[in-house]
C-alpha cells in the first residue's frame, strides 16, 4: 500500500509539472496561432518594403512570392520565385539569369516572406526548436 501511495505521489507530481511546463514546440504552435493560424495557408499578402512591391501568396504548401521593382529610369523588373522555379521579367518579358544570381534573388525574396510570416516558418523542418531558461531584463521575466 505504501509503495502505491507513493508512485501515485510521484506521478501526479511529475503530471502536474509536465503540464505546467511549455515547450518550444507549444509555444511556437500557440504563436501561430495567435498570429492567424490556418491564415497562413491560403494568404494573398501584397506589402512595400525597402523601396520594392511584394507579393506572398500560399495555398497549402505551395508558395509564389514577389519582388517588383522599378529603378530610376523606369525599368519594372519582376522577380517571381515559387516551389520550384525562379523567373525574372524586365519589362514585361522574360529573360535569362546566370545560376549563381538565382541564388541570390531567390534568397533576398525568401528571406523577405520568412520574416513577415513569422512565426508561421518556424514549424519549418530545417529549425531547430529549444527552450531557453527565464531571463530578467530589467526587472521583466522573460
Do not use: W
Request: aromatic share 12%; with cysteine; charged share 20%.
Amino acid at each position: 500500500m505504501n509503495r502505491l501511495i507513493t508512485f501515485s505521489f510521484l506521478f501526479a507530481v511529475a503530471f502536474s509539472q509536465c503540464a505546467c511546463q511549455p515547450t518550444a514546440q507549444s509555444i511556437i504552435d500557440d504563436s501561430i496561432v495567435s498570429h492567424g493560424g490556418e491564415v497562413y495557408n491560403s494568404l494573398n499578402v501584397e506589402f512595400d518594403f525597402r523601396a520594392k512591391h511584394y507579393v506572398i501568396k500560399t495555398n497549402g504548401d505551395k508558395y509564389q512570392y514577389e519582388r517588383h521593382q522599378t529603378d530610376s529610369s523606369g525599368v519594372k523588373t519582376v522577380d517571381v520565385l515559387t516551389n520550384d522555379s525562379f523567373v525574372r521579367k524586365v519589362n514585361g518579358e522574360e529573360v535569362s539569369v546566370p545560376d549563381s544570381m538565382v541564388v541570390k534573388y531567390s534568397s533576398s525574396i525568401n528571406s523577405v516572406a520568412y520574416f513577415f510570416l513569422l512565426p508561421a516558418p518556424l514549424n519549418d523542418a530545417a529549425v531547430k526548436k529549444k527552450l531557453l531558461a527565464d531571463i530578467n531584463i530589467k526587472g521583466q521575466a522573460y
